[in-house]
């Protein structure tokens, strides 16, 4: 019965970690749709009119965040957006593995220490998760691909 209970305790934190990784893009889409929402619910917009507006503009946070990122052909600008998207991801993830190293960890600096990774490890797999759609251009230079001298003669006209 142990050994049954410690399986499932493993299986259980894995499960929540590899959740928490998962959903790392989406913390702040959610704050986005939390905040807005609320202030609809204050507003007299009711429960399920206050939730409506809230998924609304969550839904509207995300896809306007990885477009931005995928479009734009500013590195600033899709540096910025993922780094909107990642510093709420890395205090989400700092929380979280803070609580969770306080199951087993019985010193406050290993515990830190156990926070300030999961903050890098969660923000760095929300700047990622969120970058992966941007194209890369070759030889950007301020934001601007050059344009590249196309040769004139090809593998094609050497063939004739």
Do not use: D, K
Request: glycine residues 12%; hydrophobic residues 60%.
């Amino acid at each position: 019965m142990l050994v049954l209970g410690l399986v499932l305790n493993v299986l259980g934190i894995g499960l929540f970690c590899w959740l928490i990784f998962m959903l790392a893009v989406y913390a702040l889409p959610f704050f986005v749709a939390l905040s807005i929402g609320m202030l609809a619910f204050h507003g007299g917009a009711g429960v399920v009119g206050a939730l409506l507006i809230g998924l609304a503009s969550g839904a509207l946070t995300l896809a306007v965040g990885q477009v931005g990122v995928a479009v734009s052909r500013v590195r600033t600008l899709r540096i910025a957006i993922a780094a909107a998207f990642a510093v709420p991801a890395a205090i989400a993830g700092y929380h979280v593995m803070f609580a969770l190293s306080q199951i087993g960890v019985p010193s406050l600096a290993w515990r830190e220490a156990f926070g300030c990774l999961g903050a890098v490890c969660i923000g760095g797999t929300a700047w990622t998760r969120l970058t992966v759609f941007a194209e890369t251009r070759p030889l950007e230079s301020a934001g601007v691909a050059e344009n590249m001298p196309r040769p004139g003669l090809t593998a094609a006209t050497h063939e004739r």
